[in-house]
């Protein structure tokens, strides 16, 4: 896939502040990998590294967050994450977008969808759909072959997010191909779509057509592990005329619809 490489976060280019919070939530968070990237984050938003590096001042608040998160996973036999490792650049574009709907495939524990909602709230609109199939972990600890995304007994989707985010949440809990239909056709516009769940080219090439009439100028579209689903991205960037931007060196790819010069 060609596609436009973004820069790490340079740290010396934030004030003094966000770079403390960056640190300090990754810390709470306990995952080294979720250094964000800053270079995304202004491609994919057009912001300056002023109104990011305040947004990022903000990770600040999130500490509490961060920690019940790695307590949850703790707690339910989870040594990291494992999930998407953009958790504050997911915070970050909600805050500087300010989008009405925010949509994601792929729930599992509820990395990103507590991080959309922690943005949300704080943005006071916007509601986050969620549709998540699970597959559930079939021992009381995580058999050899089983995946980190699966339910670990007893829990259900969205398990590490917390009860005070919730109100904002609309999460539904079947099969993409089946709920994302019907959830695009409820919806007037998509401002962020995330897809995290299947990853083939033939189910996220059917995500992003689903998606794609209620995108508007200045839409984000993401989707991760995108290293399995060949050329589906590439080919829609092409066809919305937006360049694929990639987060680093990694496989989570975005794209920003074109904003016409008079909109
Ligand atoms: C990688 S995890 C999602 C991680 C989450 N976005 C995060 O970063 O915290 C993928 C999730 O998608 C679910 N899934 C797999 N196939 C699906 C499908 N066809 N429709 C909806 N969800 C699906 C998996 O069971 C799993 O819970």
């Known amino acids: 896939m060609t596609a436009r490489r973004t820069t790490p976060l340079r740290l010396a280019a934030l004030s003094a502040e966000s770079v403390a919070a960056v640190a300090r939530a990754r810390r709470a968070l306990g995952d080294r990998r979720a250094t964000p990237n800053l270079g995304w ?43 998407i490792r953009a958790p504050f650049e997911l915070y ?45 972990q079939r021992t009381r600890t ?3 072959g089983e995946s980190q995304v699966s339910l670990p007994p007893g829990l259900r989707t969205g398990w590490a997010v ?3 985010l919730r109100g904002a949440w609309d999460l539904r809990i079947g099969p ?20 995290d769940d299947l990853h083939t080219p033939a189910h996220l090439a059917f995500e992003l057509e689903t998606v794609r009439p209620k ?11 995108t290293l399995w689903t060949g050329e589906a991205f590439p080919r829609f960037a092409r066809s919305v005329g937006a360049p694929v931007i990639r987060r680093g060196r990694g496989d989570l790819v975005g794209l920003r619809l074109p904003v016409l010069p008079h909109s």
């Open 92 to 136: 970050a574009l909600v805050r500087l977008l300010r989008p009405r709907h925010v949509v994601e495939a792929g729930v599992s524990s509820g990395v990103s969808s507590a991080h959309f909602l922690a943005a949300l709230a704080r943005n006071r609109t916007g509601r986050l759909h969620s549709i998540d199939l699970p597959t559930r």
């Open 176 to 195: 993409s191909q089946r709920h994302l239909p019907a959830l695009a056709s409820e919806l007037d516009s998509i401002g962020l779509f995330l897809h």
């Open 162 to 164: 917390p009860d005070r």
């Open 41 to 83: 984050v202004a491609a994919l938003t057009g912001g300056n590294r002023r109104a990011i590096g305040k947004v990022l001042e903000e990770l600040e608040d999130l500490i509490p967050l961060e920690e019940e998160i790695r307590h949850r996973h703790l707690a339910a036999g989870r040594t990291s994450y494992a999930q």
């Open 142 to 144: 995580l058999g050899r």
């Open 215 to 225: 995108l508007a100028p200045g839409s984000v579209v993401l989707a991760d592990n």
